[in-house]
């Protein structure tokens, strides 16, 4: 392990583990029990399709990214609620045009295509100072929203319902829940890429979900497995030259599975 960070380029990449897999993992269990699954998918694609604009237009990529997955969280939730739509299917009808602008922007780029790639497979590799930086912005504001609205976010969970009766603003909540998830998935985008994200924001919840009743223990479970994955998966794919945000999603997956195996909510059914 020494040699291994012994160049800047993975201590850089350790960081950005860190962060992505910390983060990933708590907001991920904001958006599995929200039950809003899709949304790493539609998010994902949003700021894809926003960075591939401005690499057309010669923007800033992660500003417009931020910018788009922004505007298509502000569209999704007010979608949901104005035409009684399942929030789900809103983001579906996001999500479609989306990736339609997406393609269509790389097929319009002239030369090579490399920045975009990147931005589609994510390459942690490549992360500067600066990209860590928003990388630990997103993380701590995942943390502190998580830590002020833990109440509030579980009565909502609950029941949406009851909770708004109860006077908590549910609609202001579950609406920041899905900028906050834009914002982090769009940061995360260098790190593991458009097309694998949405799996390192499902999988280390769904695995804390199987081992616990506790939404507590579920969420340090999770930023335990998202760290793991990232760092498991980085040391991996150093060691055997495979792409680094495939391995960290793989890893993901795997323990996803053993905590499905070993989970005491399995043996409970079959009482």
């Known amino acids: 392990m020494g040699p291994m960070f012994s160049y800047e380029f993975m201590q850089h990449a350790l960081v950005a583990a860190i962060l992505g897999g910390l983060g990933c993992g708590i907001i991920g269990v904001w958006v599995v029990m929200l039950r809003i699954p899709f949304i790493g998918v539609a998010m994902s694609h949003a700021a894809f399709a926003g960075a591939i604009v401005a690499l057309l237009v010669g923007l800033n990529p992660l500003m417009l990214a931020l910018a788009a997955a922004i505007v298509a969280a502000a569209v999704i939730g007010p979608l949901s609620d104005r035409v009684k739509l399942d929030v789900n299917l809103s983001m579906g009808m996001v999500f479609s045009m989306l990736v339609g602008v997406a393609f269509l922007g790389i097929g319009l780029m002239k030369g090579p295509k490399t920045e975009a790639l990147n931005l589609l497979w994510g390459n942690i590799l490549t992360l500067a100072p600066n990209d860590l930086l928003l990388l630990a912005i997103a993380t701590g504001v995942v943390l502190i929203f998580t830590a002020l609205f833990y109440r509030q976010l579980r009565a909502i969970i ?50 804390a979900y199987q081992l616990t ?59």
Do not use: E
């Open 158 to 207: 609950f029941n949406r319902i009851i909770a708004r009766v109860s006077g908590i603003p549910d609609k202001v909540l579950f609406y920041s829940t899905l900028l906050i998830a834009g914002a982090t998935i769009t940061l995360n985008l260098k790190t593991i890429g458009g097309l694998l994200i949405f799996s390192l924001i499902i999988n280390p919840p769904l695995a």
């Open 213 to 271: 009743y506790s939404l507590v223990r579920m969420l340090l479970l999770s930023a335990l497995f998202g760290v793991t994955s990232c760092l498991v998966g980085l040391w991996l794919s150093y060691v055997f030259d495979l792409p680094t945000g495939a391995v960290i999603i793989l890893t993901s997956g795997l323990i996803l599975i053993v905590c499905n195996i070993l989970s005491p909510k399995r043996r409970d059914m079959h009482q």
